[in-house]
């Protein structure tokens, strides 16, 4: 709260009028306190992400535990994922584009609202590094394409194949008729979203993916985009979504799951407003497509929400590293 100012030289008399001036000033302190987020430490740090990422939040924790701060934490935590290429998910073994191009976008944030991210990657595994050096090493937000590339090659990345034998084949076989639909809980496992808050309260995120299997080229989601797929504000919690990218994007909706934080809903209740903000709107398709939310405030609280069932948050608290399966609007 800003601090009052008196005006000078006038006389207060009398100590009515004091004691008023007191309580008056008292009571704005406590309301203008009651809107601050309040850190519970003993709840902290905390890590969550979406999916069952179990190996990628352990090593998010160790970091934490080592008294590293939040922005390392999600970074090193989604690098696992990203060489993870048994899992065809982000990174080395992601699905390709319909053209067989594994192309990766990233994006992080830190507490202080700085952000990086790239689109349209081209082999490189680990996009949420150079998001992070997009962030930190220029006066830029997002490099795409070609750009992104040879930036990452400049800093010390080196190039590398990322289409695997096992995601080639897959994409062999799924050109014979070459029919895209989105598959929900099947295309959003190309996604990991990560969220952190270490022993200081701060807060830190990071959403990292090989986009839409057999996507059309040049296809970028919501996962880089911040204020869709990541949203971080510091004083109130963060948001990561996973699932069809449009429909995100459409109702910027990491951004939003933390303006409704902000405006005194807890994490659950904001991701099921932001859910219902894509279900009901006119003509919504939401029967044939999954998104996902998983946010977390300042008080170490949690949320987790999707349209359909078997969406689930991985989540390590307290010494317990486990998955969580979350709750869901179509029950029909």
Excluded at 113 to 123: E, P, Q, S
Excluded at 161 to 183: G, Q, R
Excluded at 286 to 303: H, L
Aim: hydrophobic content about 35%; some cysteine.
């Amino acid at each position: 709260m800003k601090r009052r100012h008196f005006i000078k030289n006038t006389s207060l008399t009398g100590v009515g009028l004091a004691v008023g001036n007191s309580l008056l000033a008292c009571k704005e302190e406590t309301s203008n306190n009651n809107n601050k987020a309040i850190v519970d430490l003993k709840n902290l740090p905390l890590v969550i992400a979406t999916w069952h990422v179990l190996e990628a939040t352990e090593k998010a924790m160790a970091i934490l535990r080592a008294g590293g701060n939040a922005l390392d934490a999600v970074e090193q935590g989604c690098r696992i994922e990203e060489a993870n290429e048994k899992g065809q998910s982000v990174g080395k073994g992601g699905l390709p584009d319909r053209d067989g191009n594994v192309t990766l976008d990233a994006c992080i944030m830190d507490k202080h609202g700085n952000c990086g991210a790239v689109v349209y990657l081209k082999d490189i595994t680990h996009a949420v590094s150079v998001a992070r050096k997009v962030m930190e090493d220029t006066p830029h937000v997002m490099l795409a394409g070609e750009g992104a590339k040879q930036f990452a090659i400049s800093n010390g990345f080196e190039p590398e194949d990322l289409l695997t034998e096992t995601s080639k084949e897959a994409w062999e076989k799924w050109k014979v008729e070459a029919k895209y639909k989105p598959i929900i809980n099947i295309e959003n496992h190309d996604t990991i979203g990560m969220l952190a808050i270490d022993k200081n309260g701060d807060i830190s995120g990071a959403c990292t993916t090989s986009g839409l299997a057999y996507k059309m080229g040049g296809r970028v989601g919501d996962s880089p985009i911040i204020g869709s797929g990541l949203f971080i504000d510091n004083e109130i919690g963060g948001c990561v979504a996973t699932g069809l990218g449009e429909e995100v994007v459409k109702t910027v909706g990491s951004f939003l799951v933390v303006e409704l934080m902000r405006q005194g809903k807890s994490p659950q209740e904001a991701c099921e407003e932001a859910i219902s903000r894509i279900v009901n709107k006119p003509n919504s398709d939401y029967k044939n497509f999954q998104v996902g939310y998983i946010a977390v405030n300042k008080k170490g609280e949690t949320g987790s929400y999707a349209i359909h069932q078997w969406f689930s948050m991985t989540k390590f608290q307290d010494g317990v590293n486990e998955q969580i399966l979350s709750d869901y609007f179509n029950k029909a």
